[in-house]
Antibody, heavy 130, light 109 residues
């Protein structure tokens, strides 16, 4: 069964740090790009960060740039999100999601089609509060 | 960043109704659009990719259409399992950002 399982969420004070993990199983993790997407309480979905299959391409939303770091360990079938300098507005459920699209390295555009995010984890809750 | 405007934000409908949700992009995104369904306390589920392609395992009562800046998600005959929130999502480039619409909550009338 194709599966993503997040962990590492919890309660942290403003200015603190947290590291989220996403364990993949049931598919060849090293062949897929991955994303982190978050959802604040009662709000919509917000894309956070992207990492290509080889870690050669990484993107961040402006709201987390300079504070969050995405990484992966293909040998361990795991995706990570290191979150530093946490703010109240980072409070959310954080999801990892698989991205099956192949992108042109130079332009960033899909080589063929955009396939969406086809597998999602169940989410892990991060609460930033004093 | 490309803005995605979804309408309506809330929709009240009955089982068996035909339901249409609209998503408008602030600039052309070709057919690089996906639709997701999310139920309370659950992760989003991919329904449609490439604007009109049905994800494997998704019932055929769901369909997507559009290109450029105007897109629609249609549920041909609403079923009890379809009461949920639906999001569109555009891909033009990860830089600057991939963005989601604000969501449409489909409620029981």
């Amino acid at each position: 069964e194709v599966q993503l399982v997040e962990s590492g969420g919890g309660l942290v004070q403003p200015g603190g740090s947290l590291r989220l993990s996403c364990a993949a199983s049931g598919f060849t993790f090293s062949s897929y790009s991955m994303n982190w997407v978050r959802q604040a309480p009662g709000k919509g979905l917000e894309w956070v960060s992207y990492i290509s299959s080889s870690s050669s391409t990484i993107y961040y939303a402006d709201s987390v740039k300079g504070r969050f770091t995405i990484s992966r360990d293909n040998a361990k079938n795991s995706l990570y999100l290191q979150m530093n300098s946490l703010r109240d507005e980072d409070t959310a459920v954080y999801y990892c999601a698989r991205d099956p699209t192949d992108y042109d390295i130079l332009t960033g555009y899909p080589l063929h089609y955009y396939y969406g995010m086809d597998v999602w984890g169940q989410g892990t809750t991060v609460t930033v509060s004093s | 960043d490309i803005q995605m405007t979804q309408s309506p934000s809330t929709l009240s409908a009955s089982v068996g109704d035909r339901v249409t949700i609209t998503c408008r992009a602030s600039q052309s995104i070709s057919s690089w659009l996906a639709w997701y369904q999310q139920k309370p306390g659950k992760a989003p589920k991919l329904l449609i990719y490439k604007a009109s392609s049905l994800e494997s395992g998704v019932p055929s009562r769901f369909s997507g259409s559009g290109s450029g800046t105007e897109f629609t998600l249609t549920i041909s005959s609403l079923q009890p399992d379809d009461f949920a929130t639906y999001y569109c999502q555009q891909y033009n480039s990860y830089s600057p950002a991939l963005t989601f619409g604000g969501g449409t909550k489909v409620e029981i009338k």
